[in-house]
T-cell receptor
Framework: AQTVTQSQPEMSVQEAETVTLSCTYDTSESDYYLFWYKQPPSRQMILVIRQEAYKQQNATENRFSVNFQKAAKSFSLKISDSQLGDAAMYFCAYRSALNAGGTSYGKLTFGQGTILTVHP | KAGVTQTPRYLIKTRGQQVTLSCSPISGHRSVSWYQQTPGQGLQFLFEYFSETQRNKGNFPGRFSGRQFSNSRSEMNVSTLELGDSALYLC?????????????FGSGTRLTVV
Protein backbone atom coordinates (compact mmCIF):
# COMPACT_ATOMS: atom_id res chain seq x y z
CA ALA A 1 0.00 0.00 0.00
CA GLN A 2 1.12 3.51 -0.70
CA THR A 3 1.81 5.99 2.07
CA VAL A 4 2.28 9.74 2.00
CA THR A 5 4.11 11.63 4.72
CA GLN A 6 4.11 15.34 5.41
CA SER A 7 6.61 15.92 8.18
CA GLN A 8 5.75 19.57 8.83
CA PRO A 9 2.49 19.92 10.77
CA GLU A 10 2.77 23.72 10.62
CA MET A 11 4.72 26.26 8.63
CA SER A 12 4.70 30.03 8.56
CA VAL A 13 5.93 32.60 6.07
CA GLN A 14 6.01 36.35 5.72
CA GLU A 15 3.95 37.88 2.97
CA ALA A 16 5.95 38.14 -0.29
CA GLU A 17 8.49 35.56 0.89
CA THR A 18 9.00 32.00 -0.34
CA VAL A 19 8.09 28.84 1.55
CA THR A 20 8.61 25.15 0.78
CA LEU A 21 6.33 22.39 2.03
CA SER A 22 7.73 18.86 2.18
CA CYS A 23 6.16 15.58 1.13
CA THR A 24 7.57 12.10 0.82
CA TYR A 25 5.78 8.98 -0.34
CA ASP A 26 6.33 5.30 -0.49
CA THR A 27 5.33 3.16 -3.45
CA SER A 28 6.55 0.23 -5.49
CA GLU A 29 4.79 1.50 -8.61
CA SER A 30 6.60 3.28 -11.41
CA ASP A 31 3.68 5.20 -12.86
CA TYR A 32 1.55 7.44 -10.70
CA TYR A 33 0.31 10.97 -10.14
CA LEU A 34 1.11 13.36 -7.32
CA PHE A 35 -1.00 16.31 -6.29
CA TRP A 36 -0.96 19.23 -3.91
CA TYR A 37 -4.36 20.34 -2.65
CA LYS A 38 -5.15 23.40 -0.58
CA GLN A 39 -7.97 23.45 1.97
CA PRO A 40 -8.88 26.92 3.27
CA PRO A 41 -11.36 27.45 6.12
CA SER A 42 -14.17 27.19 3.56
CA ARG A 43 -13.34 23.44 3.62
CA GLN A 44 -13.26 22.98 -0.14
CA MET A 45 -10.19 21.12 -1.36
CA ILE A 46 -8.65 23.07 -4.21
CA LEU A 47 -6.16 21.49 -6.61
CA VAL A 48 -2.97 23.53 -6.60
CA ILE A 49 -0.67 21.54 -8.84
CA ARG A 50 -0.17 18.03 -10.18
CA GLN A 51 2.78 16.01 -11.39
CA GLU A 52 2.85 12.90 -13.56
CA ALA A 53 5.61 10.55 -12.46
CA TYR A 54 6.81 9.76 -15.97
CA LYS A 55 7.50 13.44 -16.63
CA GLN A 56 10.91 14.53 -15.43
CA GLN A 57 10.13 18.22 -15.73
CA ASN A 58 8.85 19.78 -12.54
CA ALA A 59 5.31 21.17 -12.75
CA THR A 60 4.73 24.90 -12.35
CA GLU A 61 1.51 26.88 -11.92
CA ASN A 62 2.11 30.60 -11.55
CA ARG A 63 3.62 31.12 -8.06
CA PHE A 64 3.46 27.42 -7.25
CA SER A 65 6.12 24.94 -8.32
CA VAL A 66 7.22 21.49 -7.27
CA ASN A 67 10.53 19.77 -6.80
CA PHE A 68 9.85 16.18 -7.85
CA GLN A 69 12.63 13.74 -6.98
CA LYS A 70 11.39 10.35 -8.16
CA ALA A 71 14.32 8.30 -6.90
CA ALA A 72 14.09 9.90 -3.49
CA LYS A 73 10.26 9.70 -3.56
CA SER A 74 10.04 13.34 -2.63
CA PHE A 75 7.52 15.91 -3.86
CA SER A 76 7.89 19.34 -2.28
CA LEU A 77 5.79 22.41 -3.01
CA LYS A 78 7.36 25.85 -3.31
CA ILE A 79 5.16 28.91 -2.97
CA SER A 80 6.81 32.09 -4.18
CA ASP A 81 5.71 35.63 -3.34
CA SER A 82 3.38 34.32 -0.63
CA GLN A 83 0.03 36.05 -0.28
CA LEU A 84 -2.41 36.23 2.61
CA GLY A 85 -4.82 34.16 0.56
CA ASP A 86 -2.34 31.28 0.50
CA ALA A 87 -3.01 30.61 4.18
CA ALA A 88 -4.64 27.17 4.38
CA MET A 89 -4.03 23.50 5.10
CA TYR A 90 -2.01 21.92 2.30
CA PHE A 91 -2.27 18.24 1.47
CA CYS A 92 0.03 16.14 -0.63
CA ALA A 93 -1.73 13.25 -2.38
CA TYR A 94 -0.77 10.19 -4.39
CA ARG A 95 -2.78 8.33 -6.98
CA SER A 96 -1.78 5.24 -8.85
CA ALA A 97 -1.90 5.33 -12.63
CA LEU A 98 -2.28 1.58 -12.85
CA ASN A 99 -5.42 -0.41 -13.12
CA ALA A 100 -4.77 -3.25 -10.72
CA GLY A 101 -7.95 -5.09 -11.55
CA GLY A 102 -9.85 -1.82 -11.44
CA THR A 103 -9.02 -1.21 -7.81
CA SER A 104 -6.58 1.63 -8.22
CA TYR A 105 -8.70 4.12 -10.09
CA GLY A 106 -9.53 7.29 -8.29
CA LYS A 107 -8.25 6.51 -4.86
CA LEU A 108 -6.21 9.39 -3.54
CA THR A 109 -3.90 8.68 -0.63
CA PHE A 110 -3.35 11.85 1.36
CA GLY A 111 -0.68 13.01 3.77
CA GLN A 112 -1.64 14.40 7.15
CA GLY A 113 -1.45 17.99 5.94
CA THR A 114 0.59 21.10 6.70
CA ILE A 115 -1.05 24.22 8.10
CA LEU A 116 0.44 27.26 6.40
CA THR A 117 0.19 30.65 8.10
CA VAL A 118 1.04 33.79 6.17
CA HIS A 119 2.06 36.83 8.23
CA PRO A 120 1.45 40.33 6.84
CA LYS B 1 -19.89 26.13 -14.78
CA ALA B 2 -21.17 24.98 -11.40
CA GLY B 3 -18.77 23.12 -9.15
CA VAL B 4 -19.33 20.02 -7.08
CA THR B 5 -22.37 20.54 -4.87
CA GLN B 6 -22.81 18.72 -1.59
CA THR B 7 -25.93 18.85 0.52
CA PRO B 8 -26.58 19.44 3.29
CA ARG B 9 -23.65 21.53 4.52
CA TYR B 10 -24.20 20.61 8.15
CA LEU B 11 -26.03 17.76 9.81
CA ILE B 12 -26.56 16.69 13.40
CA LYS B 13 -27.74 13.16 14.05
CA THR B 14 -28.23 10.95 17.07
CA ARG B 15 -26.26 7.78 17.63
CA GLY B 16 -28.04 4.81 16.07
CA GLN B 17 -29.77 6.84 13.36
CA GLN B 18 -28.94 6.69 9.70
CA VAL B 19 -27.98 9.52 7.37
CA THR B 20 -27.87 10.15 3.63
CA LEU B 21 -25.54 12.68 2.06
CA SER B 22 -25.83 13.95 -1.49
CA CYS B 23 -23.29 14.97 -4.10
CA SER B 24 -23.91 16.51 -7.52
CA PRO B 25 -20.78 16.40 -9.68
CA ILE B 26 -19.67 18.95 -12.21
CA SER B 27 -21.75 18.68 -15.35
CA GLY B 28 -20.21 16.08 -17.63
CA HIS B 29 -18.22 14.41 -14.87
CA ARG B 30 -19.07 10.74 -14.55
CA SER B 31 -16.81 9.65 -11.70
CA VAL B 32 -17.65 10.47 -8.09
CA SER B 33 -15.51 9.65 -5.07
CA TRP B 34 -16.19 10.06 -1.37
CA TYR B 35 -13.73 10.80 1.43
CA GLN B 36 -14.01 11.05 5.20
CA GLN B 37 -11.94 13.70 6.94
CA THR B 38 -11.32 13.61 10.70
CA PRO B 39 -8.65 15.28 12.86
CA GLY B 40 -7.34 11.93 14.00
CA GLN B 41 -7.37 9.86 10.82
CA GLY B 42 -7.03 12.61 8.23
CA LEU B 43 -8.51 12.05 4.79
CA GLN B 44 -9.58 8.53 4.03
CA PHE B 45 -11.04 7.15 0.83
CA LEU B 46 -14.53 5.68 1.12
CA PHE B 47 -15.53 4.64 -2.39
CA GLU B 48 -15.69 5.66 -6.03
CA TYR B 49 -18.54 5.34 -8.48
CA PHE B 50 -18.56 5.43 -12.24
CA SER B 51 -21.48 4.69 -14.55
CA GLU B 52 -23.66 3.79 -11.57
CA THR B 53 -21.22 1.07 -10.44
CA GLN B 54 -18.95 1.07 -7.43
CA ARG B 55 -15.44 0.71 -8.83
CA ASN B 56 -13.29 1.02 -5.77
CA LYS B 57 -13.88 0.80 -2.04
CA GLY B 58 -11.87 1.87 0.98
CA ASN B 59 -11.50 0.10 4.28
CA PHE B 60 -14.75 1.07 5.96
CA PRO B 61 -17.41 -1.12 7.58
CA GLY B 62 -20.53 -2.15 5.70
CA ARG B 63 -22.52 0.56 7.48
CA PHE B 64 -21.08 2.90 4.87
CA SER B 65 -22.66 2.51 1.47
CA GLY B 66 -23.31 4.58 -1.58
CA ARG B 67 -24.87 4.68 -4.97
CA GLN B 68 -24.76 6.65 -8.16
CA PHE B 69 -27.67 7.59 -10.36
CA SER B 70 -27.89 7.75 -14.13
CA ASN B 71 -27.29 11.52 -14.04
CA SER B 72 -24.03 10.86 -12.13
CA ARG B 73 -25.35 12.31 -8.88
CA SER B 74 -24.25 10.23 -5.93
CA GLU B 75 -25.46 9.57 -2.42
CA MET B 76 -23.72 7.97 0.49
CA ASN B 77 -25.51 6.43 3.40
CA VAL B 78 -24.29 5.65 6.88
CA SER B 79 -26.49 3.40 8.98
CA THR B 80 -26.46 2.88 12.74
CA LEU B 81 -24.42 6.00 13.34
CA GLU B 82 -21.63 5.94 15.90
CA LEU B 83 -19.97 8.88 17.62
CA GLY B 84 -16.81 8.15 15.64
CA ASP B 85 -18.64 8.82 12.38
CA SER B 86 -18.57 12.53 13.16
CA ALA B 87 -16.49 13.97 10.34
CA LEU B 88 -16.37 16.13 7.27
CA TYR B 89 -17.48 14.07 4.28
CA LEU B 90 -16.05 15.27 1.00
CA CYS B 91 -17.18 14.36 -2.47
CA UNK B 92 -14.97 14.71 -5.54
CA UNK B 93 -15.77 14.38 -9.22
CA UNK B 94 -13.76 13.81 -12.34
CA UNK B 95 -14.60 13.39 -16.01
CA UNK B 96 -13.71 9.71 -16.09
CA UNK B 97 -12.18 6.88 -14.12
CA UNK B 98 -8.47 7.32 -13.61
CA UNK B 99 -8.61 10.77 -15.13
CA UNK B 100 -5.24 12.46 -15.42
CA UNK B 101 -6.37 15.92 -14.48
CA UNK B 102 -7.29 15.11 -10.92
CA UNK B 103 -10.43 15.53 -8.94
CA UNK B 104 -12.57 18.55 -8.12
CA PHE B 105 -13.88 18.56 -4.58
CA GLY B 106 -17.02 19.96 -3.05
CA SER B 107 -17.15 21.90 0.22
CA GLY B 108 -18.25 18.86 2.17
CA THR B 109 -20.96 17.91 4.62
CA ARG B 110 -20.09 18.32 8.28
CA LEU B 111 -21.76 15.45 10.15
CA THR B 112 -21.97 15.56 13.92
CA VAL B 113 -23.20 12.48 15.76
CA VAL B 114 -24.41 13.09 19.33
Amino acid sequence: AQTVTQSQPEMSVQEAETVTLSCTYDTSESDYYLFWYKQPPSRQMILVIRQEAYKQQNATENRFSVNFQKAAKSFSLKISDSQLGDAAMYFCAYRSALNAGGTSYGKLTFGQGTILTVHP
Amino acid sequence: KAGVTQTPRYLIKTRGQQVTLSCSPISGHRSVSWYQQTPGQGLQFLFEYFSETQRNKGNFPGRFSGRQFSNSRSEMNVSTLELGDSALYLCASSPALGDRVGYTFGSGTRLTVV
